[in-house]
């Protein structure tokens, strides 16, 4: 209502006296608009101009480099205390807000990030990537060499093994940003590290890759050479434009469907060996501490996943009535292959139904899932649960718990529900025992 | 794991996109073989000329890639031998790879005092939030296993796993490395080698893994046989010839080892609980996690403006209503920033300028054909002289 106002200030005077005449019930339209033929008013927002459709607009490049509206200045990445170390922001995770995005690009100033020492900022003049060790002839690239090497394109999910890690005792956080939020998805342009091996001549006794990172955390991982000669990337662009700062620039490592802390961001040098590291992000962290008492080690790829995004926390049903009906919507996504389907339960994992995909179906992509729901303004515990082409279905999570138990931090993908009460508010909750 | 969708590509050609969309749709029976060739089924007459795809057994799409060869490419250049051993600095378990250099004890404690304490708490006990790096029990059971990493905070037990270099990490070469690389935590590299063995060999004095001594040195030779209590904490196994098929066979089996879902549909049970018959029941959150930064927020409205005191009162006025003939002279207007075709302006005096302004003259209607105030007009006036100035 307020910015009604403003519009008629700046207009006409006879326009405001109206409204002040009006603005009682027209309180009331605007919030009715599901049953225009009861309102008391017509809507303002069509019965007369408005501001922008009375004045000249920006001129055409005010922003050289386009901005969101300003009305969509919360859709934003957050971040807490518990996601960092005491507080501090240079190691810490900042998550996607997955309840805004729409379709499986997600846009680069949102794609949940995570560093260890700060966003380093590096100098693509200054960049050289170096390759080495067990190969027969090791090179050295600046950014352009690097660029000059036929490109591949990949629309790739990314995910923190972390992701969901504070939901392992029990649900914590109220939001699908903060449960969930540890990722995003991208169209990925880089060079198929195959290709530029190919040329070096890799010795037979090569059986491990080190990939180091070059900011202040000096980043570094182990990966077997058979990914490597798989479908690892190193890749420069992100959704057609260059890597963000926090997602490496210039130059990354990309593994599909592998834990993102191995997708070394900022990356300097490529080592071939034939004994692994043992790197500190692949001891005394990203390990999976499991019952056991001892711990998943080289956890590589996420685990077949999936969230419903509408309804969630953020976007509830309080403004359904009974008989509409209603979109339910997700994200899933497998670091293993290609999401096959998704099912859905109303009752907290009793009884299943199935949705179905859509959009595009890709390898270690986020997939859109879909299920038309009528409301019936009872009480649900809504569940999804994906499956895909490698045999892997998504557990419960009493079946995950009975496996790794709930200290293993890393690579948590069990069974979200989200408790939908009979007036359509939507909560974080966990069926277990 | 190691699932080769590249290799599947290689082999089937074309095919990924065949494979793609069979494996996309529900149920399998939808898979067709129209979409394993160049092109998608497609219909011509389309509005605009061409043709449209249709929707059908819920698929619609593609990847390609270049078949060509890319035998021969080749940039860059071959880095020198000082290149190489500038930057291959890392080191393996067995040692190979740390540099020379020595550190004490008593060198140690004083570089960690000053340097490390501060997150890491004295002694390396922890409490400030940062990882604590000492301490913890590395009592094991009859498997070799170290008890309290058995720890879970359910079942009734409260005590966290303690995750120290003492209890957790397997090799301590990583414990160099990772000093040198990244510690102090705002200014990495900032140790000599010899300083990162005096603080190596600080922390595992601390836990008794190396003599608890001031006295003690710590050099290449001693950390490479350095043996970790947890070293055979891991798995699946990464050493030796049969690492990577250990690893595949572990991968092989995930729900036996990472836990596995079943597609029940209907009346579906799950049992949990240490003997597997606990009845599942909701459980809600209990302390809301929500200090968020920035805090929760929905609304799409307008974010609060910024009043940094840096910007004229009538500058927005100026742009959204009188720059479209007052930006350029094109308009036979003063232009803003025209310096001399302002001063001309002001020597009628600027009560004049204000009146001519919200009376318009000339070709400008009044108040530039807006509905502003009076003050607001003499407002955007103000800005536009204070621009040209």
């Given amino acids: 209502m307020n910015k009604t106002f403003e519009v008629e200030e700046s207009n006409s005077v006879s326009r405001r006296e109206f409204f002040k005449k009006t603005a009682s019930v027209s309180a009331v339209a605007a919030t009715s608009i599901i049953a225009p033929t009861t309102l008391l008013a017509d809507d303002e927002n069509i019965m007369h101009h408005t501001k922008w459709g009375t004045s000249l607009g920006d001129e055409v490049n005010k922003n050289p480099y386009g901005v969101p509206s300003l009305y969509e200045h919360n859709v934003v990445r957050r971040t807490s205390p518990l996601m960092s170390s005491a507080g501090d922001m240079h190691a810490a995770i900042s998550m996607t807000p997955l309840h805004a995005l729409k379709g499986i690009i997600t846009p680069n100033g949102l794609h949940f990030t995570r560093t260890h020492n700060g966003v380093a900022h590096i100098d693509p003049n200054k960049y050289r990537l170096m390759i080495h060790g067990l190969v027969e002839k090791p090179i050295v690239l600046t950014l352009d060499q690097l660029k000059r090497y036929p490109s591949e394109t990949r629309v790739l999910v990314l995910e923190c093994p972390s992701n969901s890690a504070a939901e392992w005792k029990g649900p914590q956080f109220g939001t699908l940003q903060m449960v969930k939020g540890m990722m995003a998805c991208a169209e990925w342009t880089g060079v198929r590290l195959k290709t530029i091996l190919d040329e070096l001549g890799l010795k037979p006794e090569a059986k491990w890759m080190l990939a180091e990172g070059s900011d202040g955390s000096e980043m570094s991982r182990t990966l077997p050479i058979e990914k490597v000669l798989d479908d690892v990337m190193v890749v420069y662009a992100q959704n057609g434009e260059a890597l963000r700062d926090e997602q490496g620039y210039p130059v990354r490592l990309m593994a599909p469907g592998w834990e993102a802390n191995l997708c070394v961001k900022w990356l300097k040098r490529l080592e071939f060996g034939d004994k692994p590291w043992y790197a500190k992000e692949e001891t005394s962290k990203y390990t999976a501490l499991t019952a056991s008492g001892k711990a998943i080690q080289h956890f590589y790829a996420n685990e077949v996943n999936s969230v419903i995004t509408s309804p969630c926390p953020e976007k509830d049903w309080k403004d359904l009535k009974v008989g509409d009906l209603v979109e339910i919507e997700g994200l899933t996504w497998t670091g293993h292959g290609t999401i096959e389907g998704v099912d859905i339960s109303f009752d907290g994992g009793k009884n299943w139904v199935e949705a179905q995909l859509k959009g595009l179906v890709l390898p270690k992509a986020w997939t859109r899932f879909s299920y038309m729901y009528k409301y019936e303004g009872k009480p649900l515990l809504l569940q999804s649960r994906a499956y895909d082409d490698s045999n892997n279905v998504q557990p419960t999570v009493n079946q995950e718990k009975a496996v790794v138990g709930v200290e293993g931090v890393y690579h948590r993908n069990a069974i979200v529900t989200w408790k939908v009460t009979d007036n359509g508010e939507v909560s974080n909750v966990q069926i277990r025992s | ?389």
């Fill in chain 2, 1 to 389: 794991m190691f699932k080769l969708d590249r290799k599947l590509v290689t082999i089937a050609g074309v095919a990924l996109v065949g494979v793609t969309l069979a494996l996309s749709t529900t149920t399998a029976k939808t898979a067709t073989a129209d979409v394993a060739g160049s092109l998608y089924k497609s219909k011509p007459g389309a509005i605009d000329g061409g043709v449209t795809y249709p929707r059908e057994n819920g698929t619609y799409t593609a990847y390609k890639y270049n078949e060509q060869s890319t035998k021969g490419v080749s940039f860059g250049r071959t880095p020198t031998a000082n290149e190489i051993k500038a930057w291959d600095i890392d080191a393996l378990p067995d040692g190979s790879g740390l540099p020379e250099g020595e550190g004490s004890v008593e060198l140690g404690d004083e570089l960690y005092e000053a340097q490390c304490a501060v997150c890491h708490g004295d002694f390396g006990a922890g409490g400030q939030g940062y990882p604590q790096l000492t301490g913890g029990n590395k009592d094991k059971d009859e498997n070799g296993v170290i008890i309290t990493l058995k720890n879970q905070r359910v079942y009734g037990s409260t005590d966290a796993p303690k995750r120290t270099i003492g209890t957790y990490w397997p090799v301590a070469t990583t414990l160099f490395t990772y000093i040198r690389d990244a510690m102090p935590y705002a200014h990495p590299k900032s140790l000599s080698n010899d300083e990162v063995y005096a603080i190596t060999a600080y922390l595992l004095a601390q836990d008794g893994i190396v003599e608890d001594d001031d006295e003690y040195v710590l050099n290449k030779e001693k950390l490479s046989k350095v043996v970790l209590p947890n070293r055979n904490g891991f798995y699946p196994n990464i050493d030796g010839p049969n690492a990577q098929e250990d690893i595949r066979a572990f991968f092989a089996d995930r729900a036996k080892n990472l836990g596995a879902g079943t597609r029940c549909m209907t009346d579906c049970k799950d049992p949990g609980g240490q003997d597997g018959k606990t009845e599942p029941f909701v459980v809600k959150i209990k302390y809301e996690m929500s200090d968020v930064v920035p805090p929760y927020a929905y609304a799409k409205d307008l974010p609060p403006k910024k009043d940094d005191g840096l910007q004229h009162p009538g500058k927005e006025g100026y742009e959204s209503n009188c720059a479209v003939c007052h930006k350029t002279d094109a308009m036979g207007a003063p232009a803003v920033g025209d310096k001399h075709a302002w001063e001309a302006t002001l020597k009628q005096g600027i009560d004049k300028v204000y009146h001519n302004t919200i009376n318009g003259k000339g070709g400008m209607p009044p108040k530039g054909g807006t509905s502003l105030s009076d003050d607001k007009v003499k407002e955007i006036v103000d800005y536009m002289i204070e621009a040209s100035k």
